[in-house]
C-alpha cells in the first residue's frame, strides 16, 4: 500500500511536469534581440547602410576612377587589378541582398499593415536604388531567384533586366509615395528617417533621381532618351536642399563618418594628380578653382600636389617640404587621431548619396547630347554654382571662377568633356561609383577626360584592360555560388575587365 | 603486523567510497540483534582496514579499522557482505555466530570494477555494453596539473585534449570519438555526481567589440579564456568515468552525444576524522620557441629600413650586439598549491569538507591565475531506507591572460629585433618607445608594453550545488531524485592602453563584460528489479529537466581622459557602448531502461528517451530515440569457468543508439540585431532562419569485447565505434542572396569510425616491486558523407587567424574534383586530396597547377601563380594515438609513474613560420641571397600541351622580398604527418613507512614527491610544439586543434610537494 502511494506519487510528478511542459518550452524568443520591428526603427541603420556600401567599395574604385590611390606602389586596385581571394570591394553586393535586402520587405510588411505608404514607398526607393548601384557595379546580378526561401544556389540576371526591375521598384515607390491618408504623417515617417525628416515630396525627387540615373546610364544605347532623362531630372532635386545626405553622429568609429579620420580607413591614400590637375588650372585654363583648398590640403610647401597611380609618392618623407598631406589635411607623420579633418573627410560629414548638382550635369549632358546647348549650359553652370555652395565657396570666389577663363562663358562653347569634368570634380570621392559609370560610358576618353591616362601598365591579370566591372562578392559567390559564376565567365581572371551591357550600343 | 596495517590504512583511504555504494544496494527488516566481531585479512595475512561490511539487504554496514577488526549488528540469520576494492566480494551466513574472520583473495580487477554509469547508476563493469573507462581521482591529482582534465589526455582511449596554450588560466578542448557537430560543440557533456555542469566556455562573439568588429576583436581566437571546468578540484575527484559514446550517454538525452566524463566526488568517511593536507610547489620554464634569423636587418627588398617592420633589409653587420630578447621577456613560472580537507562522521552521517588554492604565475609576465575551491560533501541516512546527500562547492578563480594570436606577445617577442633591447619599452616620459616610425597602430607593441600596459582580467565566482536522496523501500523497488544548481558569475575587462597597437585608433578602449549563467537542473527515476529463475530483469523510468540560461551583458568605452585608467569612466561617454544576450534553452525528458539477464551470460539492455526542446519548431519539439546493447559474458558458460588460468574472464558487447539533438537558442525565427550606427535601430542580424527545423540525428555502432587473461596479469578492452550524424544543424556561409550571411541548414551527414584499445598489465609483481603498464590505442576519422546544400566547405571563421588557411570539413573529393576544373582553380589530387571528404580538413590556398601537377609560374615575373580557392590542403586527424602510462613500485613505499604519450599523424599549419617568412624572420629565409627558380611550368598557353615551358626565370629573393611577402601559399606551411612522443607526466612519490610514521605519533600517512610535466618531446615538428588549438572551445566543431599561430606551447614544469594524514 505504501509502496503503490509512492509509486503514485511519482506518476503525478511526472504528469505534473509535462501537463506544464509547453509553458516551460516556450522561451526560444530572444529577450534581448527583437524578431520583428516597426519601420521606425529599422530605418535608421538602412540608410547607414547605404552610405556604408558605397564608401567601403569607393576605398577601392576611387582608384580606379583616379579620385585618390594609395601612396604605395603597385597597389593592384592603383592598376585596375582587384585582391583574389577577397571580400574587399564586395560591400555593395552585402547591403543590396542583407543589410539592406529583406529589410526593405521588414518594412514594406509592417507598413502595408499600418497603411504607412509614406514608409512602403520610401522602403522601395532604395530598393531602386540599390538595385541600380549593384548592377552598374557588378553587372549580372542575382535577380529573380534573390531571398528565395529554402535556394542555395543562384541564378544571375542580365543587366537588362535589372534595369527594368529598377524601373519597376521605382514606379511602386512612387506610387506609394504620392498617397496619403491611412498611417501617411511627416511626423510618422519622421521617426525613422534620418535624410528629409519624414518630407515625401523629397522622397519622390529622389526616387525620380534613381530613374534619371537609370535612363542616363543607357546614352551609349540606341533607346537612350535624353528627354526621358530631362524628364526625371526636373521632377527630381530643385537645390541642395533635397540632396540625399545621410548623417553621422561622428561620435565614435561605429557611426562616424567612413572617410572621417577616426574610421582611420584613408591613411595610405592621396589624391591623384589627374584631380589635382582639374582643381589647379593644369586642365582649366589655368585658372585655380577656389575650391581646391576646400577639398584638398596643400603640402608645407603650399603646392597641391596628386600621386600617379602605381607609382610611390617618394614626397612621403619626414619633414620633405613636398609631404602630400592626408585627405584629412594633416601630415601623414600625424596619428590619424591628431589629423584635422576636411571637406567630407570629417567624422560627422554627411554621406552625400544623391545631389542637385548630379542632377544638373546629367540633365546638362543629356540637353547637350539632345542639342539643346542653352539648356546644357544652364544645368552645367547651376552644377558648379550648387557644388562650390556646398563647398562653401564665398559668392565672390564662385562669381570669379563661374565668369573666369576656365569655364566656357556661352552655350556654344561648352564641350561634353567640361560637362564630364565638372561633374568630377563635384563628384570626387563624394560620387565614386557614379563617376565610374560615366567613365565607364565614355571608356576612360581622355578626349572626355582631359588629361586622364591609365595606369600604365595595368595589373598583371587584366590583360591590358581598364577595369569595368567589380567581381561579385568573393566570400558570398566565389565560394558558394562557383557553379554558377563559372558558367558567366566570372572565374576568368579578367572578368573584372569585362564590358557592361549599359555601356554597350 | 601493527605498523604494517597501519601502512596499509592509508590506502584504504583512498577507496573506501565503495563502502558507501554497497551500502544502499540491499535492504532488510531487523530483528533480534546480535554483535558479530572478527578480523579481515588478505591471503598473505595482513589485516585489512578499510574493508567494508554490509548486512546483505540492509543499509547496516561497518568498515574494518586499521587492523581490520570490525563489529557489526546483525540477526542470527543474516548474510553479511565484506567488499574492498581489488578484492573479490565475499558472503557470510552469520549463522548465529558471533566470531566471523575472513580472508578476502585478490580479484581480477575487470571482475570486480563498480563503474559509475549515466545518472550516476553504479554499475557492474562487466555488464556494460558498451566501453567507458575510469581513471583513479589520485591518478589525476598525481599529474599535479590544475586543470583536472588535462591530466586525462593518454589515459583515455578516444579522448583527445588539446589545450589552447601553455599559460595558467587558459582553456582546454576536448573531444571524444572525434568530431559530431560540424559546427556546433563537440565538448563532452560533464556530470558531477548525476547531474550535467557548466564545462563550456565563454563565447567572445558575444562582446560588443567582437560584434562591432573592433580593431582587437577576439573571435575566441586571441583572448585564451579558460572553460568552466577549470574550475573543478583535481583534488576533490574521487574518479572520472568516461563515457565515449551516445550508446553510454542515451539516459542524458541529446548532450551526451558528443560523450560524457562522469565525475564522482570524494565523500566522507565513518570514523575517527582524517585530515589531509597536500602542497606543491612549481617552477616553470618555456624552452620551445620558433627559431628566426639573426643575419638580417629590418627593410625591403635587401635596402636597409628602419622604418618597415619586415627583416627583408641588409645584412646586420658582423658585430652588431644582439639581445637576447626571448630570455628577457619571458620568465619563469612559479604555482603553488595547498589542497586541505577533513572528513569523518559517523555511519549515518559523514562529512567531507575540502579547500584548496592555487596560484600560478605563468612564464609571460602578468600572466596569472589563483584559484579557492571549497566543497563540503554530506551523507545522511535521514530515515530508515532514505538517504540523502548533499555537496556545495564554491569557486573563485581569477585569471590574467596577455593578448596571444594576431598582435599578442608571442609574435611580438619573435618580431621585435634583436639588435634593440626589448627591456626598453618605455621612453624616459613614460610613454610607449618605438622602434620605428610607423605609426603606432603599424607597428606591433614591445610584448613588454603589451603585456604590462594592456589588461585581460576575469574573475569568475560559482557555486555548484547538488542534492539528492534515494529511497529504497523495498528490496525491488528504490527511486532517486536530483536537483542541482549551477550557478556562476563572471567579470571580465579587457583594457587596451591608448599607445598600443590595438588601442591606438580608438585612443584607448575599455570592454567590461559579465557572464551571469546558471544550470538548474533534476533528475527523478525508479527503478525495479525482478527475479525468475535464471532471468534477472530490472526497469528505470525517470524523467529529468534542465533549464540554462546565460545573461551576457557588455559594456565599451573608448577615449581615455587619463591614458592608464581602468575604469569605464575614464571613457568618453559618447562612445561608450553596451551589448547584452540572454540565452535560454530548456530541455524536457522522460526515458526508461529495461535489462534481462540471462544467467549472468547473456544481459539486454534497451533504452528509450524522449526530449521535448524548447529551441525547437513546436511541431518538431518532441522526438524520441532508443538505444540496445547485448553483453555475452563468455567466460560466464561452464566450460569457460572451469578453465580459467589462461583466459579469466571474456566478455563480447554490441550496442545501437540514437540520439536527438535539438538546435541552439532563438534560431527558428531571424533575428534583428542592434546597429551601432548613427541613428541605431536594427537590422537582421547575420543568421537565416529556419522555422521547419529537425532535430539533429546521431547513430551509433559499437562492438567490442573485455578479455582478462592470467588471473587478471594482463587485460584487454577493444572497441570498434561507427557514428553518423545526420541532418546537421549547421549555420552555414552561403550566396548573401539569400538574405543573410549564413543560412541555418539541416542536412549533410558526418561519419566517424574508430578503434580503441586498452591493454592493460602488471609484467612484475612481487611482494617489494609492483609493475603495472596500461596501454591506450586510439584510431578514428571523421568522413563527410555529403555537407547541407550540397556546398564544398563548411569552415570555422574563428580558426582563420592567419593566411588563408583555415579548419574546414569538405565533400568528398569526387564532388570537389567535379566543380574545380578551370585553369584558374584546378583541384589537383595529390595536394587536395588530403583533407577532401572530412571534418578535420586544413582548407586553404594553394598553388595553381596544370592538370598534370607542376605548379604554373607567371611568365611575366617568375612568381608561382596561387589557387585562390579554398581546397583542402592538410588533415589535422592524426593516424593515431597511444598513451602508455607505467606505475612502479617499490615496497608499497616509493613509486615511480609516468604516462609516454605518442602521436602519429595528422598534419599541422605552422602559422608562426608562416609569418615569419612573410616578414622575413624565418631561418628559411636565410638563403634569400641565393638565385632561385620557381619549379613549374610557365603559364603561357602551353601548360597542357605535351611540352610545356620549364620555367627558367631566376628570381631574386633578396632584391625582392615579393616572393616572400606575396607569393607563398599556405599549402607550404602545411607540415605533414606530425608525429611526437612526449613525457606527458613523470611523478616520483615516496610515503613514509608506517615504523617512521609510529614513531613521530603526528602523522597518519606522510608523503613526499616530486613530479615533472611535458618534460620532454620528440617530434618531426618543424615549429615549437604541434600540441596547440588557435581558438578556444568556443570554436565549434572540429575546432582550431592543428594551427599553430601566436599561442604558447606548453611550458615543462618541475613540481614537488608533501602529502600529509593526520
Known amino acids: 500500500m505504501k509502496t503503490n502511494s509512492k509509486y503514485k506519487f511519482s506518476l503525478l510528478a511526472l504528469f505534473l511536469v509535462f501537463a506544464s511542459c509547453e509553458d516551460f518550452l516556450d522561451v526560444n524568443f530572444d529577450p534581448r534581440n527583437p524578431q520583428v520591428a516597426q519601420g521606425f526603427a529599422i530605418l535608421p541603420p538602412i540608410l547607414s547602410q547605404m552610405a556604408r556600401g558605397e564608401s567601403f567599395d569607393t576605398r577601392y574604385i576611387g582608384a580606379y576612377t583616379q579620385n585618390w590611390c594609395t601612396r604605395l606602389a603597385n597597389n593592384v586596385w592603383d592598376l585596375h587589378g582587384y585582391v583574389a581571394g577577397s571580400d574587399a570591394a564586395g560591400e555593395l553586393w552585402r547591403s543590396n541582398y542583407w543589410s539592406i535586402g529583406k529589410n526593405i520587405d521588414l518594412i514594406v510588411d509592417d507598413a502595408t499593415a499600418k497603411e504607412q505608404w509614406d514608409y512602403v514607398g520610401a522602403a522601395y526607393g532604395i530598393r531602386a536604388w540599390s538595385w541600380q548601384s549593384t548592377t552598374d557595379y557588378h553587372g549580372e546580378i542575382i535577380l529573380k531567384q534573390a531571398w528565395e526561401p529554402n ?147 596643400a603640402s608645407p610647401d603650399g603646392v597641391f600636389r596628386g600621386v600617379t597611380p602605381g607609382k610611390v609618392d617618394s614626397t612621403n618623407v619626414t619633414n620633405d617640404p613636398r609631404r602630400i598631406p592626408t585627405l584629412w589635411g594633416g601630415s601623414p607623420a600625424l596619428a590619424a587621431s591628431a589629423q584635422p579633418g576636411k571637406y567630407i573627410f570629417t567624422d560627422k560629414a554627411d554621406h552625400l548619396i544623391m545631389t542637385y548638382w548630379e542632377m544638373q550635369f546629367i540633365k546638362a549632358e543629356a540637353a547637350f547630347k539632345k542639342g539643346d546647348k542653352t539648356l546644357a549650359f544652364d544645368a552645367f553652370r547651376k552644377g558648379i554654382s550648387a557644388h562650390m555652395d556646398f563647398c562653401k565657396v564665398t559668392t565672390a570666389n564662385k562669381e570669379a571662377y563661374l565668369s573666369s577663363a576656365a569655364l566656357p562663358q556661352s552655350s556654344d562653347a561648352l564641350t561634353l568633356s567640361q560637362i564630364m569634368l565638372q561633374k568630377y570634380i563635384s563628384m570626387w570621392v563624394a560620387g565614386t561609383i557614379e563617376t565610374w559609370v560615366d567613365m565607364r560610358r565614355y571608356h576612360y576618353d581622355p578626349a572626355i577626360y582631359t588629361g586622364f591616362t591609365l595606369p600604365s601598365p595595368l595589373a598583371a591579370g587584366n590583360n591590358d584592360k581598364p577595369a569595368y566591372r567589380v567581381r561579385p562578392r568573393y566570400n558570398s559567390e566565389y565560394v558558394w555560388n562557383l557553379e554558377t559564376l563559372n558558367k558567366l565567365g566570372a572565374a576568368d581572371l579578367d572578368y573584372h575587365t569585362k564590358e557592361m551591357w549599359f555601356t554597350k550600343p | 603486523m601493527k605498523m604494517l596495517s597501519i601502512s596499509r590504512n592509508r590506502i584504504g583511504i583512498h577507496q573506501c567510497l565503495w563502502v558507501l555504494v554497497l551500502s544502499f544496494l540491499f535492504m532488510g527488516t531487523a530483528f533480534a540483534q546480535i554483535n558479530v566481531t572478527g578480523t579481515v585479512k588478505d591471503e598473505n595475512g595482513e589485516a585489512l582496514p578499510g574493508v567494508a ?130 559546427g556546433n560543440s563537440n565538448q563532452p557533456l560533464f556530470v558531477v555526481d548525476g547531474l550535467p555542469i557548466n564545462s563550456g566556455t565563454f563565447d567572445q562573439h558575444n562582446l560588443y567589440s567582437d560584434a562591432a568588429g573592433v580593431s582587437g576583436n577576439v573571435n575566441n581566437n586571441r583572448d585564451d579564456i579558460a572553460n568552466r571546468v577549470t574550475d573543478l578540484n583535481p583534488a576533490d575527484i574521487e574518479n572520472i568515468t568516461v563515457l565515449k559514446g551516445p550508446e553510454a550517454a542515451a539516459l542524458y538525452g541529446n548532450e551526451g552525444a558528443n560523450g560524457v566524463i562522469l565525475i564522482t566526488t570524494k565523500k566522507g568517511k565513518a570514523g575517527v576524522g582524517r585530515l589531509n593536507y597536500n602542497n606543491r610547489f612549481t617552477v616553470s620554464s618555456l624552452n620551445l620557441f620558433p627559431e628566426t634569423q639573426t643575419a638580417y636587418g629590418r627593410g625591403l627588398n635587401g635596402a636597409a629600413d628602419p622604418n618597415t617592420a619586415n627583416y627583408f633589409g641588409a645584412k646586420i653587420p658582423s658585430g652588431t650586439p644582439l639581445y637576447d630578447n626571448i630570455g628577457a621577456f619571458y620568465q619563469n613560472g612559479s604555482n603553488m598549491r595547498h589542497d586541505l580537507s577533513f572528513e569523518g562522521g559517523a555511519t549515518n552521517l559523514t562529512y567531507r569538507l575540502s579547500g584548496s588554492y592555487f596560484n600560478a604565475n605563468g612564464v609571460i609576465p602578468e600572466n596569472n591565475q589563483k584559484q579557492l575551491n571549497v566543497a563540503l560533501n554530506l551523507d545522511a541516512n535521514l530515515l530508515k531506507n532514505l538517504r540523502g546527500s548533499a555537496r556545495i562547492n564554491y569557486i573563485s578563480n581569477d585569471s590574467k591572460i596577455p593578448p596571444a594570436g594576431a598582435l599578442g606577445y608571442l609574435l611580438s617577442v619573435l618580431a621585435y629585433p634583436r639588435t634593440d633591447d626589448i627591456t626598453q619599452y618605455l621612453n624616459p616620459d613614460g610613454t610607449r618607445r618605438q622602434t620605428t616610425s610607423l605609426s603606432p597602430a603599424s607597428e606591433l607593441d614591445n610584448p613588454l608594453f603589451l603585456v604590462n600596459k594592456n589588461k585581460r582580467t576575469d574573475h569568475t565566482n560559482r557555486t555548484l550545488t547538488n542534492i539528492s536522496f534515494t529511497y529504497e523501500p523495498l528490496n525491488w523497488f528504490s527511486l532517486t531524485a536530483r536537483m542541482g544548481a549551477d550557478i556562476y558569475s563572471t567579470l571580465g575587462n579587457r583594457f587596451y592602453h591608448p599607445e598600443s597597437v590595438i588601442g591606438n585608433a580608438r585612443r584607448g578602449w575599455i570592454e567590461n563584460y559579465s557572464d551571469d549563467g546558471r544550470i538548474l537542473n533534476g533528475n527523478i527515476f525508479a527503478t525495479f528489479k525482478k527475479k525468475i529463475s535464471t532471468l534477472n530483469g530490472s526497469l528505470l523510468v ?49 526515458f526508461a ?202 569552415y570555422s571563421s574563428d580558426t582563420w587567424v592567419y593566411g588563408n588557411a583555415r579548419a574546414s570539413a569538405f565533400s568528398p573529393s569526387a564532388i570537389l574534383a567535379s566543380r574545380f576544373t578551370s585553369a584558374n582553380n584546378r583541384y589537383y589530387a595529390p595536394v587536395n586530396d588530403r583533407g577532401a571528404g572530412t571534418a578535420t580538413a586544413i582548407g586553404g590556398y594553394s598553388y595553381l597547377r596544370n592538370s598534370k601537377g607542376d605548379i604554373l609560374v607567371d611568365p611575366n615575373t617568375g612568381f608561382p601563380l596561387s589557387n585562390n580557392n579554398f581546397l583542402p590542403i592538410g588533415d589535422r586527424n592524426p593516424d593515431f594515438t597511444v598513451g602508455l602510462v607505467n606505475k612502479l613500485s617499490f615496497r608499497k613505499n616509493l613509486s615511480l609513474s609516468f604516462l609516454v604519450d605518442i602521436r602519429k599523424g595528422g598534419d599541422i599549419f605552422n602559422g608562426n613560420e608562416m609569418y615569419l617568412t612573410q616578414t622575413g624572420l624565418s631561418v628559411n629565409t636565410l638563403d634569400r641571397e641565393k638565385p632561385f627558380v620557381v619549379k613549374g611550368v610557365l603559364k603561357d598557353g602551353k601548360e597542357e600541351s605535351e611540352n610545356p615551358t620549364v620555367n627558367a626565370r631566376e628570381i631574386s629573393r633578396f632584391s625582392s622580398s615579393l616572393y616572400y611577402t606575396t607569393y607563398v601559399q599556405p599549402e607550404d606551411f602545411v607540415e605533414k604527418d606530425i608525429n611526437w612522443l612526449r613525457l606527458r607526466d613523470i611523478t616520483l612519490k615516496y610515503d613514509f613507512p608506517s615504523s617512521f610514521l609510529q614513531r613521530s605519533r603526528v602523522f597518519k600517512s606522510l608523503g613526499i614527491f616530486v613530479n615533472g610535466t611535458d618534460l620532454l618531446l620528440i617530434t618531426n615538428y618543424s615549429g615549437a610544439d604541434p600540441y596547440v588549438s588557435s581558438t578556444t572551445p568556443a570554436t565549434g566543431g572540429a575546432g582550431g586543434f592543428g594551427f599553430d599561430y601566436g599561442k604558447l606551447s606548453l611550458p615543462k614544469t618541475f613540481s614537488c610537494g608533501l602529502t600529509i594524514g593526520l
Open chain 1, 151 to 297: 535556394r542555395y544556389v543562384f541564378d544571375y540576371d542580365s543587366q537588362e533586366e535589372v534595369y527594368a526591375e529598377v524601373v519597376r521598384v521605382a514606379e511602386m515607390a512612387l506610387e506609394n509615395l504620392n498617397k496619403t491618408g491611412g498611417g501617411v504623417a511627416e511626423s510618422s515617417l519622421g521617426r525613422g528617417d534620418l535624410v528629409y525628416k519624414g518630407n515625401r515630396e523629397k522622397w519622390i525627387k529622389f526616387v525620380n533621381g534613381v530613374l534619371a540615373r537609370n535612363a542616363n546610364h543607357l546614352s551609349n544605347k540606341a533607346s537612350y532618351s535624353p528627354d526621358k532623362v530631362i524628364g526625371f531630372v526636373d521632377k527630381s532635386f530643385a537645390s541642395n536642399a533635397d540632396n540625399f545626405a545621410i548623417p553621422h553622429a561622428g561620435t565614435n568609429s561605429s557611426d562616424g563618418n567612413f572617410y572621417g579620420p577616426t574610421r582611420n580607413n584613408l591613411a595610405n591614400f592621396r589624391p591623384t594628380k589627374f584631380i589635382v590637375s582639374l582643381l589647379d588650372g593644369t586642365v582649366f585654363n589655368g585658372v585655380v578653382d577656389p575650391r581646391i583648398g576646400l577639398m584638398m590640403t
Open chain 2, 53 to 182: 561490511i554490509q548486512v546483505k539487504g540492509t543499509s547496516t554496514g561497518t568498515v574494518t579499522d586499521i587492523d581490520g577488526m570490525y563489529r557489526i549488528s546483525a540477526q542470527p540469520q543474516d548474510i553479511l557482505i565484506f567488499t574492498y576494492v581489488g578484492m573479490q566480494p565475499h558472503e557470510v551466513n552469520v549463522n548465529g555466530q558471533s566470531q566471523i574472520d575472513v580472508t578476502m583473495t585478490a580479484d581480477v580487477e575487470i571482475l570486480s570494477e563498480v563503474i559509475v554509469t549515466a545518472l550516476g547508476i553504479k554499475e557492474d563493469r562487466k555488464k556494460l555494453s558498451y566501453s567507458a573507462q575510469s581513471i583513479g581521482g589520485q591518478e589525476l591529482q598525481e599529474t599535479q596539473r590544475d586543470n583536472a582534465v588535462m591530466g586525462l589526455q593518454g589515459r583515455v582511449a578516444g579522448l583527445s585534449l588539446t589545450p589552447t596554450s601553455g599559460i595558467p588560466g587558459s582553456a582546454v578542448n576536448i573531444t571524444l570519438r572525434g568530431v559530431n557537430s560540424i
Open chain 2, 542 to 590: 525517470g524523467s529529468s529537466v534542465d533549464d540554462r540560461q546565460a545573461d551576457i551583458n557588455a559594456s565599451y568605452g573608448e577615449k581615455f581622459y587619463l591614458p592608464e585608467f581602468n575604469s569605464l569612466n575614464n571613457t568618453d561617454p559618447t562612445t561608450q557602448r553596451d551589448r547584452s544576450n540572454l540565452r535560454r534553452t530548456r530541455l524536457l525528458g522522460a
Open chain 2, 593 to 794: 531502461k529495461a535489462e534481462i539477464s540471462l544467467n549472468d551470460i547473456l544481459i539486454f539492455n534497451l533504452t528509450g528517451r524522449n526530449d521535448w526542446s524548447s529551441t525547437l519548431p513546436k511541431s518538431n519539439r518532441s522526438y524520441f530515440y532508443p538505444s540496445a546493447g547485448v553483453t555475452f559474458l563468455l567466460t560466464s558458460l561452464p566450460m569457460f569457468k572451469e578453465n580459467d588460468r589462461v583466459l579469466s574472464f571474456a566478455k563480447l558487447r554490441a550496442s545501437y543508439a540514437e540520439v536527438g539533438n535539438p538546435a541552439p537558442a532563438y534560431l527558428i525565427q531571424a533575428r534583428l540585431a542592434p546597429q551601432p550606427s548613427t541613428g541605431g535601430g536594427f537590422l537582421f542580424d547575420f543568421y537565416g532562419d529556419n522555422p521547419a527545423l529537425k532535430p539533429e540525428k546521431v547513430n551509433s555502432y559499437e562492438i567490442g569485447g573485455d578479455f582478462s587473461f592470467f588471473k587478471g596479469r594482463l587485460n584487454a578492452d577493444l572497441a570498434w565505434f561507427s557514428k553518423s550524424i545526420e541532418d546537421q544543424i549547421i549555420t552555414q556561409r552561403l550566396s548573401y542572396g539569400t538574405g543573410f550571411i549564413f543560412g541555418l541548414l539541416n542536412g549533410g551527414e558526418l561519419n566517424t569510425k574508430g578503434w580503441e584499445i586498452q591493454l592493460g598489465g602488471k609484467p612484475f609483481r612481487n611482494n617489494t616491486i609492483d609493475w603495472e603498464i596500461n596501454a591506450n590505442f586510439t584510431k578514428y576519422s571523421t568522413k563527410v558523407i555529403s555537407l547541407p546544400a550540397n556546398v564544398n566547405e563548411y
